[in-house]
């Protein structure tokens, strides 16, 4: 179906597309994706025949809304969000599958609604939004634009940025992604196993290199008695953990079918 949007408790419009028909399934991309990564890797072909698939744009990003202050990206709004593109939708109770950033953030609306019946967690790990190397990774990137995420409507804040830095502010595709990152870092408490209510498959590549097998190793020994598995899949790096649909498709449908 073509982009539909929902309107969040905010005024935030959430854009997305619907594919198949089954139960329904909602699906959240990674950092700087869109819901558009859904569809070009082939997921709806290899899950549209059991699922209404239910891709959205997490805001900030593709075609919804992109507020530029880090209050606007807290869970409690980002979870809203999903609630209301469920409604808009007609779905009341869900599965919930999160790739990467959206895994992340798909941690707390599991946590938070029980709307959710079954969470699938791809390529990332428990703990606060951002924590390790990914954490540092993301302070540097942001120190220069600290002026301007405490005033983001102000002109002169962010006419002083540096030229790169002012020109990302003002991309309407990647200024979005400072205050949602800026969020990640403050705003996110830490989520474990224990706190997930409802029953939750985490997709692991054997070969992922954004922290999420440190992160199994961690808590391999407290899964047990937590709504909590864990699967490793092949060979597969992070990218591929999405991409590679042959692989992934078939522990997710189970997972979704059980």
Known sequence: MPTAFAASPDGVRVAYETF???????????????KAVWREAGWPERLGDRFRLIAL?????????????????VPDRMCADVLAVADACGAQGFALVGYSMGGNIGRYLACASHRVERFAMIGVGFGPGASGAFR????????????????????????ALPAAQQAQWRDPHMGPLVPLFRALLDAYP??????????????????????????????????????VRAKIVGQLDHAQELAAVDAMAPPLADFLSD
């Open 57 to 73: 744009d997490v805001r900030g990003n593709g075609e919804s809304d992109g507020p530029r202050h880090p209050a606007a990206y």
């Open 190 to 227: 830490p989520l474990e196993p224990e706190d997930l209510p409802c029953p939750t498959l985490w997709l692991i590549g054997g070969a992922n290199e954004v922290g999420a097998l440190a992160e199994l190793e961690r808590l391999k020994d407290r899964l047990t008695g937590t709504n």
């Open 20 to 34: 198949g028909q089954g139960p329904p399934v909602i699906l959240l991309h990674g950092g700087g994706q869109t």
């Open 136 to 159: 540092e990774r993301l302070e540097a990137m942001l120190a220069p634009f600290a002026p301007v995420l405490a005033a983001p409507d102000d002109p002169p804040a962010v006419a």
